[in-house]
């Protein structure tokens, strides 16, 4: 582990905030002497008395283990803080515990890159885990409402073990789920012989260690996901739990009959559903806050929706008025239309002409791309390969099972990169169904079709490129 992964480490175990870890690790970025406090504002493109204000939070959190920090009066409290960190950076015996998971960096990092408020959600929780000895919270909402994203900054924040079902990676198994917080576990709190228990034995032996005033707080996203046979808790979760040990979870909305969350009596148990009408004041106001970053602060759009903007004399504020209600509320409808404004793809509508809602931008984008006027197009071979296999497969294999140039699939590919994942895979770029929201928006076009002959030609030409695989 290299100085800068040590820091990040450190920043969540103190639970730092984001702009809090930023100073630190630019604060210690060299890592014999500190920057002191005007180069710091300089590096980060901040007030000194920002920079002061942000150290002094700092300070105030680490004196917790270094109450030097307290004691000391006056400047050079920067030098004791590097002093004691690099003293426990060189202990050997000092556990080395990742910020989080490796297989879940990417996404964490993708899903926190546009994050704008959501507080009344974590307020929530944190009251929660105030007044609770232990228990379960869940976070219900629909696609797009930004669960994964609240998870994702969770975890980023106070670098909690987690896990996120992936339903178009295959990645959510109960075995899977155990296998990584096992080890996320066995690796944090130093827990011996334990490679082979089950999650109520690790609770139970993380409890134990736990100090006055520590919380265990394990996040886990999309249960709506999980695959895994009828009659048992999701992910066999312990329906009892240890004091200080608690879950924080999201979901989709479902039927009571699904419900497959049971605890023993007296467990705390706690929803807060982002359809509630309780929250759409709150709702609305972080759809609006980033509309407004994205506009105005975001390196990538920025420039070219601002062009957009004045050259159709529009105001910032009518701008995110009208897009704020045509999103239904629904981040993930920001995250295809912002992005298609800034590209040029609507530069002959006006905002009237914008789709109303997740799906029916879906709609748009899909007769847009002549999806209706030329069934049976590669277009929509590629998609329902894609929708079909459900696990990341490189260009050369679409080709191969749609008997086309391997060219002309890679050029569809690119033509819906904004609904693809694409991932690196053993050396080999592969591709997958970027969300579950669209995911679903394909199965009910499959539905709706269903007679169509192009469903069991994908299905056959499938099943013939396996079966030329195995032989």
């Given at each position: ?14 639970e ?64 004791i ?10 202990q ?9 998971p ?18 009344f ?15 379960y ?20 924040e ?21 296998k ?10 130093q ?31 999309a ?12 992910l ?17 909305p ?8 049971a605890?023993?009596?007296?467990v ?46 529009i ?25 298609a404004?800034?590209?040029?793809y ?9 789709p109303d ?15 209706e ?20 497969i490189p ?10 140039d ?66």
């Amino acid at each position: 582990m290299d100085w800068q992964e040590f820091l990040t480490g450190e920043s969540g175990r103190y639970e730092l905030s984001m702009e809090q870890t930023e100073t630190l690790l630019a604060l210690f970025s060299r890592e014999r002497v500190p920057l002191n406090q005007t180069e710091l504002s300089l590096t980060l493109s901040i007030s000194e008395p920002t920079v002061k204000q942000r150290m002094g939070e700092i300070y105030r959190k680490f004196s917790a283990s270094f109450p030097e920090l307290d004691n000391h009066q006056g400047a050079g409290k920067s030098r004791i803080l590097h002093t004691k960190l690099k003293q426990k950076y060189y202990q050997p015996s000092q556990p080395v515990v990742a910020p989080y998971p490796e297989e879940f960096i990417s996404l964490i990092e993708e899903k926190i890159r546009r994050f704008c408020g959501r507080q009344f959600v974590f307020d929530t929780f944190q009251k929660f885990i105030t007044e609770n000895p232990h228990g379960y919270f869940t976070i219900v909402g629909d696609a797009g409402m930004g669960k994964s994203s609240i998870v994702a900054k969770y975890v980023w924040e106070h670098k909690s073990p987690c896990y996120f079902n992936i339903l178009v990676e295959r990645r959510n198994r109960p075995e899977l789920f155990l296998k990584s917080i096992r080890r996320q576990l066995i690796d944090r709190y130093q827990l011996p012989k334990s490679e082979d228990a089950d999650l109520p034995t690790l609770l139970a032996q993380v409890a134990a260690k736990l100090t006055v005033g520590d919380r265990l707080v394990i996040a886990i996203d999309a249960l709506d996901e999980v695959e895994q046979e009828p009659g048992e808790n999701l992910l066999h979760l312990p329906t009892t739990l240890p004091d200080n040990v608690y879950f924080l979870l999201t979901r989709r909305p479902f039927n009571l009959g699904q419900r497959r969350l049971a605890v023993s009596p007296g467990v705390p148990v706690k929803e807060l559903d982002l359809r509630d009408s309780d929250y759409a004041h709150f709702n609305q106001k972080d759809i609006k806050n980033y509309i407004d970053y994205v506009i105005n602060t975001d390196s990538e759009y920025k420039n070219k929706l601002r062009k957009w903007l004045q050259t159709r004399s529009i105001t910032d504020t009518s701008f995110v008025e009208q897009v704020a209600n045509k999103s239904e509320n629904n981040f993930m409808y920001l995250r295809y239309v912002l992005p298609a404004i800034a590209k040029g793809y609507y530069k002959d509508l006006d905002l009237k002409q914008l789709p109303d809602g997740l799906q029916e931008y879906y709609q748009s984008h899909w007769v847009r791309m002549g999806m209706e006027a030329k069934p049976g197009q590669l277009m929509e071979i590629v998609l329902y390969i894609l929708l079909e296999i459900a696990t990341p497969i490189p260009c050369e294999m679409i080709a191969g099972i749609a008997e086309k140039d391997e060219c002309n699939v890679g050029k569809v590919l690119d033509e819906w990169v904004e609904y693809l994942k694409k991932q690196n895979v053993e050396g080999e770029i592969c591709y997958t169904i970027y969300h579950a929201s669209f995911l679903d928006f394909l199965k009910a076009k499959r539905e709706m079709d269903s007679k169509r002959k192009i469903f069991k030609e994908v299905n056959q030409r499938i099943a013939e490129y396996l079966e030329q695989g195995m032989d």
